[in-house]
């Protein structure tokens, strides 16, 4: 990137174990890819209550929806970023379903969301 603003830094690879450390500093965390079979980034971005800015893909729909902000193009996250900076009761938001999705996800909470389906399977034999 040419001239990127001075508060946007390329930290290159991080260890795993300093990832919450930067998820801490960020005031949001920006996933544009066009494709992820599990946003495993969005799940730690949640997990510190990070705002978050997703491309609007049906997987994140079908799994996460409602706990991030979507963004269909280079324009709309550009503008889910303005609105974040910009708007403090919506960063709250944000930093709150985040919070909520990361506790969704917690592996307490999967292990049950599984027993609770192999329960099921086994009853409808």
């Given at each position: 990137m040419e001239n990127p603003p001075a508060n946007l830094k390329f930290p290159g690879i991080v260890d795993r174990s300093e990832m919450n450390g930067y998820y801490n500093l960020s005031d949001v965390f920006l996933l544009p890819s066009y494709t992820e079979l599990f946003?495993?980034?969005?799940?730690?971005a949640f997990s510190t209550g990070t705002p978050?800015?997703?491309?609007?893909?049906?997987?994140?729909?079908?799994?996460?929806?409602?706990?991030?902000?979507?963004?269909?193009?280079?324009?709309?996250?550009?503008?889910?970023?303005?609105?974040?900076?910009?708007?403090?009761?919506?960063r709250e938001k944000l930093s709150s379903d985040a919070l909520a999705a990361s506790e969704?996800?917690?592996?307490?909470?999967?292990?049950?969301?599984?027993?609770?389906?192999?329960?099921?399977?086994?009853?409808?034999k």
């Open positions: 946003p495993m980034s969005a799940l730690e978050t800015v997703l491309r609007d893909l049906d997987l994140y729909k079908a799994i996460i929806d409602g706990y991030y902000l979507p963004a269909k193009d280079r324009t709309g996250m550009q503008q889910a970023l303005q609105n974040i900076d910009s708007d403090t009761a919506l969704r996800y917690s592996a307490d909470n999967v292990a049950k969301i599984w027993e609770k389906f192999y329960t099921e399977q086994a009853e409808v």
